[in-house]
């Protein structure tokens, strides 16, 4: 079976000081959430807690480990390749809070998080070791359906704004200064410096093939792993957010630099497999059918 997905291209003007510039998204319903009218922001050593509505595209990756990911089409979830598993793996959209049923806040609540179970993981073909191309795409084995709180995050096809960003977010349900993963989607901002600081924190090429950012009090962490980075870009008439990078990798105790797979660079990659729709057979058997009961025992992986 053959998955045509369509990439649709919607030139719209994007603003970087006094210029424009024309940019095409992977898909034009993407990267605009509805404001959440009571925006927890309790300050917390790893960051601050998210609005709950304000990101309808990050995925919880559940298998034998935790990892986030982005929704970048109804059918095709975007995380790191290191998070891929043999094991059952199940993605779950509309998520908030991972120890309740229903996630509310003090004015509305979101609908309940849907269970879609994934039936390929297909990570890039050079992808060996954590430290290069460490990006995947998740099949999901049935298309969702936006909206208001389940929608995709923006992809640029055909520019490049990393070089004119210097703060960057981030969010997960990773491990947090308790040392366990926390329950509710946490936020951090991080600010992107020269990839030399990340080679010479670790030893490794970093190249342009990554993003090195950090902050001095908020980090990602494990089981962060295969979120999303992104900003919020002024496109056309309204601001969208786009994806720049993907949580890759950091020292075990989360207090330095850390690396991200930059998306951009592996932009023509990711094209190729939503417009073929991956493997024409699922690659791993589907998972059970059951309920998704919140705050599950999740197995951490290495960060």
Known sequence: MKIATAVIILHILIHFGSGQVSVSFLDPDCGVSISGSSTMSARIVQGQVADMFANPWMALISSSTMCGGSL???????????CRSNSYTVVYLGEFDRSTITDCSTTACMPNAIGIPVDAQIAHPRYVHHSQNDIALFRLATPVQYSAYIKPICLLTNYNPLAHISWLSAIGWGTTEHGVPSNVLKTATLTQVDRSYCSATYGSVVDMSHICAGDPFSHTCMGDSGGPIFATLPIGSTSRVVQMGIVSYGDSECRRWEV???????????????????????????????SYYPGMPLVDFQF
């Not at 970048?72 to 290191?82: C, D, E, M, P, W």
């Open 72 to 82: 970048i089409t109804n059918r095709f979830v975007l995380s790191a390749a290191h």
């Open 260 to 290: 991200y797979t930059n998306v951009m660079h592996h932009m023509n990659w990711i094209l190729e497999v939503v417009r073929q729709g991956g493997p024409q057979a699922p690659q791993r058997p589907l998972p059970p059918q059951g």
